[in-house]
């Protein structure tokens, strides 16, 4: 009988526990609503995946490639790395590649009054 009383207790609690944290949000989230791709890299068939740096050289890999000044891809030359983007020019022109978006950032403000 005990046995019996504690599985149905147990099942009662993970049953109902889904509805307990339904409503708990994730803080560290993107805003609902919110595309990682800015506006600028819509129209390209580059992403930008991560950047290198170092005293000798810089590296970005874009979609998959490890690439240096001067690399050619998709008809974009790369002209600039630097710790935050990658500076290409091809036939549209001047494009950078963001390594975060810039639109996620906020500044931190003084709330507390604390000096």
């Known amino acids: 009988m005990f046995k019996k009383g504690i599985f149905w207790l147990l099942g009662g609690l993970l049953f109902f526990a889904q509805y307990c944290y339904a409503d708990l949000v994730d803080p ?4 609902v609503g919110y595309n990682a791709v800015n506006a600028q890299t819509l129209n390209s068939p580059l992403t930008l995946m991560a950047i290198f740096t170092s005293h000798e ?3 970005a890999v874009i979609n998959g490639q490890f690439l240096e000044v001067g690399a050619s891809i998709e008809n ?5 790395i630097t710790s935050q983007a990658v500076f290409l020019q091809g036939p549209t022109g001047a494009i950078s590649l963001p390594l975060v978006d810039r639109s996620v950032k906020t500044p931190v403000t003084n709330k507390g009054g604390a000096q």
Request: no cysteine.
């Open 28 to 31: 560290t989230a993107p805003p």
């Open 57 to 59: 050289r810089n590296m």
């Open 76 to 80: 974009y030359q790369i002209t600039q």
